[in-house]
């Protein structure tokens, strides 16, 4: 009879043999200086979350505000070199499936192989990003609570200063049917990064568009993760740097843009009628539009409409500094962690004299006012 061996089980076993190999395997520092690829320790009072996608535009950001960044395109050592010189953590993505995870010889191998590789490109810890459904009180429920959890010991304990983060949705209220035990993993890990958009991914009201990430709404959120007892220490609001596109089945004399039913998860409309667009796009189509940019004083956001080529209306709804600022001022006063964004790859980083001075007011709004 042939032997039949348990992958996971013999991974957890050999990781730990394996890691001092793998670790030698990463070979020398690929930065300037070999103090460039020491963890991050020092942690400041106020935290700027950058996710970055990839590219070479990380050269143009605002370094002065930056304490994190979340690696989520391919790995580049010069970005982790220069973060380092600023004092910033680079940090991996963490996603797995939740039905893997329910077996904790799969979630120590699953750990031990993250922070090998955190070990091996010179990071400073993980930003776990699993937006996947969990029904309450389920096998799922109580196993991504304990990955968190083990995810945090065991990278605080291999690699000094290190932070482990969660991303969750703008509202603890089951969101897209992800019931998590919130409590648990707030205080499990670092920090929370609160996705504050996408609020429209499931419309259970009118099939209308809207803004990514209402204020009221938005500040709706915080509120009821505040309630559950979680520090707004514990917090960081993400804003978006992107927007919505729908396509108007009838656009009214009031701007009201009916959208095509695309049931998600229950609801029968949702964001998913209308296309993402990142800012650096809408900036060049905003001043051509039929409308201009108009602001929605209920919402507190921009939006304009546009006509295409084949004669549709759309309305197209985004963040801007002006919203955005008013989010910072919330961060401020109600003394949350920090503010971050998805993503930081979606500015118009050219030459371009405009451009430039609109990414320049883009990162200033993450400022909070005094």
């Given at each position: ?39 991050v ?84 810890g ?62 499990a ?16 009201s ?48 009031d ?50 409409n ?23 001022a ?24 405009l451009?430039r ?14």
């Amino acid at each position: 009879m042939a032997l039949r061996w348990d992958l996971p089980a013999l991974t957890a076993l050999l990781l730990p043999l394996l890691a001092p190999a793998l670790s030698a395997g990463a070979g020398a520092c690929p930065c300037s200086e070999a103090a460039l690829c020491r963890p991050v320790r020092h942690r400041r009072d106020f935290e700027v979350f950058v996710f970055d996608v990839g590219q070479k535009t990380w050269k143009y950001y605002d370094w002065s505000q930056i304490t994190t960044v979340a690696v989520f395109g391919k790995y580049d050592s010069e970005l982790m070199c220069y973060a380092h010189s600023k004092g910033a953590r680079v940090v991996l993505k963490g996603d797995v499936s939740l039905k893997d995870i329910i077996d904790p010889t799969f979630r120590a191998s699953w750990i031990a192989q993250k922070v090998n590789l955190a070990k091996m490109q010179y990071m400073d810890g993980i930003n776990i990003d699993i937006e996947q459904e969990v029904d309450c009180l389920s096998p799922e429920y109580e196993a991504l609570t304990a990955l968190v959890e083990e995810t945090t010991q065991r990278f605080h304990h291999e690699i000094q200063g290190s932070q482990v983060t969660f991303d969750v949705a703008w509202s603890p209220k089951n969101i897209d049917k992800r019931c998590y035990n919130y409590t648990g993993i707030a205080g499990a890990c670092d920090f929370l990064f609160v996705m504050s958009y996408d609020e429209q991914s499931q419309i259970w009201s009118e099939c209308i568009a809207a803004a990514n990430a209402p204020y009221n709404q938005t500040l709706t959120g915080y509120s009821d993760y505040i309630k559950m007892g979680i520090s707004p220490k514990k917090l960081i609001m993400g804003v978006p740097w992107y927007g919505y596109d729908y396509t108007c089945l009838n656009l009214s004399q009031d701007d009201v843009c009916n959208i095509e039913k695309v049931p998600f998860r229950g609801a029968p409309c949702s964001d998913a009628a209308g296309l993402q667009v990142p800012y650096k796009v809408i900036m060049k189509q905003v001043n051509s539009s039929v409308s201009g940019s108009q602001w929605n004083k209920d919402q507190q956001a921009p939006y304009y409409n546009y006509q295409d080529p084949a004669g549709h209306f759309h309305q197209v709804w985004y963040d801007n500094p002006q919203s955005i600022s008013l989010k910072a001022a919330y961060v401020k006063n109600y003394g949350l962690r920090g503010i971050g964004m998805w993503n930081a790859n979606s500015l118009d980083y050219s030459e371009d004299a405009l451009a430039r001075q609109q990414t320049k007011e883009m990162w200033g709004a993450l400022k909070p006012r005094l």
